[in-house]
């Protein structure tokens, strides 16, 4: 198998495109391509970038990923906060962010990129999101892109290409809306994006659940209630945590949350079940009946970020086995965060063979 110069690990220009898998997200970017060792290296990062000045020659340089935000956090821009980039402005930020990773991971020019799209209605930030990828100097080969909840799949459902094979249906729990969609052997069926069950506002109301729960005396930001989330959230095994915050007239406050990290994620679960129950498996049965029972006969795929709290799965079981009278499994993949780029490198390698 090639590395990501194109060799193999003897050094040997084996021909070819390098695949790539890539997931530019609103909050982490994962990048994924061959190790050299036969296996796949994957790459996450946070999506921002920060510029500052050189010292010595006044040019502007920039930095990015979790360098940018712990270095410069009065500056650092995440250029894909809603998703996707929404104006010409945000694209080019994000696309001198992209340049700036694949360069540093010297990823040749000489490949085949797969990266994976959330399902938005929103074509003019699609259209930005192409071009991002389309004028970076990788993927000189070929540059496609499918279904974020269809490339998350494929490690979730096993080592090769599984998921094109049958019938199921995907939930993606991203950070910027809940999606959902049945596929049949790859094609989309009944696709359903909501922004009424999200991690940014899981992270909102922990914010504010915190200065309730404090009476007032700690305000944080969405970042460091991110962070709670992230560390803390455990839907099997929660356990109070304390921290502590400086005074602005001097001195440090401890607290202790008891309650406002698990209480938002609760109510963020149930909206999930509901949308799914209510929304998105009413329609994909009034539409494709047979689909629908097929589908839900086998574990649904979970995806997304917030897929990786510790019980989130076996909790999204039993809520939506309540909520639709009958025995519902779901799968996820070891690393929910980097499962689309994992499964767009697997496309994109499928694709690069077929090339050569």
């Known amino acids: 198998?090639?590395?990501?110069?194109?060799?193999?690990?003897?050094?040997?220009?084996?021909?070819?495109?390098?695949?790539?898998?890539?997931?530019?997200?609103?909050?982490?970017?994962?990048?994924?391509?061959?190790?050299?060792?036969?296996?796949?290296?994957?790459?996450?990062?946070?999506?921002?970038?920060?510029?500052?000045?050189?010292p010595v020659t006044g040019d502007e340089r920039v930095c990015y990923g979790e360098k940018a935000a712990r270095q410069y956090p009065d500056r650092v821009e995440f250029p894909l906060r809603s998703g996707l980039p929404e104006d010409e402005r945000r694209a080019e930020l994000?696309?001198?962010?992209?340049?700036?990773?694949?360069?540093?991971?010297?990823?040749?020019?000489?490949?085949?990129?797969?990266?994976?799209?959330?399902?938005?209605?929103?074509?003019?930030?699609?259209?930005?999101?192409?071009?991002?990828?389309?004028?970076?100097?990788?993927?000189?080969?070929?540059?496609?892109?499918?279904?974020?909840?269809?490339?998350?799949?494929?490690?979730?459902?096993?080592?090769?290409?599984?998921a094109i094979d049958g019938i199921f249906v995907a939930v993606n729990l991203g950070a910027t809306s809940l999606e959902a969609c049945a596929y049949r052997h790859g094609e989309q069926l009944a696709p359903f994006?909501?922004?009424?069950?999200?991690?940014?506002?899981?992270?909102?109301?922990?914010?504010?659940?915190?200065?309730?729960?404090?009476?007032?005396?700690?305000?944080?930001?969405?970042?460091?209630?991110?962070?709670?989330?992230?560390?803390?959230?455990?839907?099997?095994?929660?356990?109070?945590?304390?921290?502590?915050?400086?005074?602005?007239?001097?001195g440090s406050h401890e607290f202790t949350i008891e309650r406002s990290v698990m209480d938002p994620l609760d109510e963020y679960l149930d909206s999930v079940v509901a949308e799914l129950a209510n929304d998105f498996l009413s329609q994909l049965a009034n539409a494709y009946m047979k689909p629908y029972q097929l589908a839900l006969a086998r574990p649904v795929v979970v995806t997304g970020g917030m897929a990786c709290l510790p019980g989130i799965i076996d909790e999204f079981e039993a809520r939506l086995s309540d909520e639709l009278g009958r025995d519902i499994t779901a799968v996820t993949a070891d690393r929910p965060d980097l499962a689309a780029a994992e499964g767009a490198y697997r496309i994109a390698r499928r694709l690069a063979e077929s090339s050569t």
């Open 193 to 250: 994006v909501s922004e009424s069950a999200t991690g940014n506002d899981v992270d909102r109301r922990i914010a504010s659940a915190v200065e309730e729960e404090t009476r007032g005396r700690v305000n944080i930001d969405t970042t460091t209630a991110r962070e709670y989330k992230e560390v803390h959230g455990d839907f099997g095994d929660f356990e109070p945590f304390t921290d502590v915050v400086q005074q602005p007239g001097g």
């Open 94 to 162: 994000a696309g001198q962010f992209f340049e700036e990773l694949c360069e540093n991971h010297e990823l040749p020019d000489e490949s085949g990129v797969v990266y994976a799209i959330p399902t938005i209605d929103d074509e003019p930030g699609l259209v930005n999101l192409n071009e991002v990828i389309e004028e970076s100097t990788i993927g000189q080969t070929f540059v496609r892109s499918f279904p974020e909840s269809l490339c998350g799949a494929f490690p979730a459902m096993g080592d090769g290409m599984e």
């Open 1 to 54: 198998m090639a590395d990501a110069d194109g060799t193999d690990e003897s050094g040997t220009d084996v021909g070819g495109p390098v695949p790539i898998g890539v997931k530019l997200g609103s909050t982490r970017t994962v990048l994924a391509y061959p190790d050299g060792d036969g296996g796949i290296e994957t790459v996450r990062t946070l999506t921002c970038l920060a510029a500052y000045e050189d």
